[in-house]
């Protein structure tokens, strides 16, 4: 039911009253030049290369994975880049006390918290119907329940401060959902959706915190190396391939310029957004297709949980080595008649339907 204007306005004031919370002494300050951070997933992939890329501006990081030995490498790199400081937190972020912990420390190094970036992820591929269900769970618990731990943890300081920035890691496939995937695609199409709310309810709060949601598409991580896998086949990265650094470049943005709510990485994947808007039983087969094109190596591969359950094994690194693997021109002729046979099939039959 729809609230009237002066409840609204009463709820308002009440949501701001609220959000002073346990650690109201805090003093409201403007985000520092050398600002506080907190990472999750800062082991590897996308998350790593943040805290290279906040390392090099000095930041003074908290970082936050489940594998305390590469943690310590990340630790070594940031240092050597130029951070301020570094520390680290071990742990799960489906855990609340580790999301604790890391803001925790964040405060009692530094006195405040001026950036959280959710970027902790796991995946899993294989068909819906034959991915065992704590599988599936498994990827939802660590990339909503993850996420949404990490802000409540966040907002417990930024709210009293009245400063700070939550970047949320999505993807494309929130947006555009791809087949064999259906836990990570509805997983972040719910870390987009938990970004608008939360943004609603901070505004109504009358609080200048910002949540902006930054949604990559296929990068160059070890991903595909860590993923679950119940498909039988290798898996790898689905072409166009971007470097990490482009969605970096976003993260760093929404920083910078936190009132722009979403942000998604390269033109190409703001096209595809689009295209799904305007015609999604389209798009979503022009997905399908490339899936089924670029995905899937030719050799075998056994079931395997990936990282689902556990941390990723050393070496780990920012990189997974797929731009350097050249695609077969073959290969993208093919997924570009794919994608545009099932565009085809889909004006017809809404012609005719």
């Given at each position: 039911?729809l609230l009237?204007?002066?409840?609204m306005v009463?709820?308002?004031?009440?949501?701001?009253?609220?959000a002073?919370?346990?650690?109201?002494?805090?003093?409201?300050?403007?985000?520092?030049a050398?600002?506080?951070v907190?990472?999750?997933g800062a082991?590897?992939g996308l998350?790593?290369?943040?805290?290279?890329?906040?390392?090099?501006r000095h930041?003074?990081?908290?970082?936050v994975a489940?594998?305390a030995?590469?943690?310590?490498?990340?630790?070594?790199?940031c240092?050597?880049l130029g951070?301020r400081?570094?520390?680290v937190?071990?742990?799960?972020?489906?855990?609340?006390?580790?999301?604790?912990?890391a803001?925790?420390t964040?405060v009692a190094?530094?006195g405040r918290?001026d950036?959280w970036?959710?970027d902790?992820?796991?995946?899993?591929?294989?068909?819906?119907?034959?991915?065992?269900?704590?599988?599936f769970?498994?990827?939802?618990?660590?990339?909503v329940?993850?996420?949404?731990?990490?802000?409540?943890?966040?907002?417990?300081?930024?709210?009293p401060?009245?400063?700070?920035?939550i970047v949320n890691?999505?993807?494309?496939l929130?947006?555009v959902?791809?087949?064999?995937?259906?836990?990570?695609?509805?997983s972040?199409a719910?870390?987009?959706?938990?970004?608008?709310?939360v943004?609603?309810e901070?505004s109504?709060?009358?609080?200048?915190?910002h949540?902006v949601?930054?949604?990559p598409p296929t990068l160059d991580?070890?991903i595909?190396?860590h993923?679950?896998?119940?498909?039988g086949r290798?898996l790898?990265?689905?072409?166009?391939?971007?470097?990490?650094?482009?969605?970096?470049?976003?993260?760093?943005?929404?920083?910078?310029?936190?009132?722009v709510?979403e942000?998604?990485?390269?033109?190409?994947?703001?096209?595809?957004?689009?295209?799904?808007r305007?015609?999604?039983?389209?798009?979503?087969?022009a997905?399908a297709?490339q899936?089924?094109?670029?995905?899937?190596a030719?050799?075998?591969?056994a079931?395997?949980?990936g990282?689902?359950?556990?941390?990723?094994?050393?070496?780990?690194?920012?990189?997974?080595?797929?731009?350097?693997?050249?695609?077969?021109?073959?290969l993208?002729?093919?997924a570009a008649?794919a994608?545009?046979t099932?565009?085809?099939?889909?004006a017809?039959?809404?012609?005719n339907?």
């Open positions: 039911m009237s204007f002066s409840r009463g709820l308002k004031v009440g949501l701001s009253r609220a002073a919370g346990p650690v109201a002494r805090l003093a409201s300050r403007p985000m520092s050398s600002p506080v907190v990472i999750t082991s590897s998350g790593r290369a943040t805290a290279h890329a906040f390392a090099r930041a003074r990081l908290v970082l489940r594998g030995a590469a943690l310590d490498d990340v630790t070594a790199e240092r050597s951070a400081d570094v520390a937190v071990a742990g799960d972020t489906t855990d609340r006390a580790t999301t604790d912990r803001v925790d964040a190094r530094h918290l950036l970036v959710n902790a992820g796991v995946t899993g591929y294989g068909r819906f119907w034959e991915q065992p269900a704590d599988e769970a498994r990827v939802l618990d660590v990339n329940r993850g996420y949404a731990n990490g802000m409540r943890s966040a907002l417990r300081v930024m709210l401060q009245r400063s700070g920035v890691v999505a993807s494309i929130g947006e959902p791809q087949p064999f995937t259906a836990a990570y695609s509805s972040k719910a870390v987009i959706a938990l970004g608008r709310s943004r609603s901070l109504l709060a009358g609080s200048p915190v949540v949601s930054v949604l991580t070890p595909f190396h993923a679950g896998n119940r498909t290798a790898k990265a689905l072409p166009p391939v971007f470097a990490p650094e482009r969605a970096v470049d976003e993260i760093l943005a929404a920083w910078r310029h936190p009132r709510p942000r998604t990485v390269t033109a190409s994947g703001r096209a595809v957004v689009r295209q799904h305007r015609r999604p039983k389209a798009a979503e087969g997905v297709a899936t089924l094109v670029g995905q899937f030719a050799s075998p591969a079931d395997s949980t990282n689902l359950f556990a941390a990723s094994e050393p070496p780990v690194s920012v990189t997974g080595g797929w731009r350097r693997r050249s695609v077969p021109r073959r993208v002729a093919l008649a994608a545009a099932v565009a085809v099939i889909g017809v039959r809404r012609r339907g």
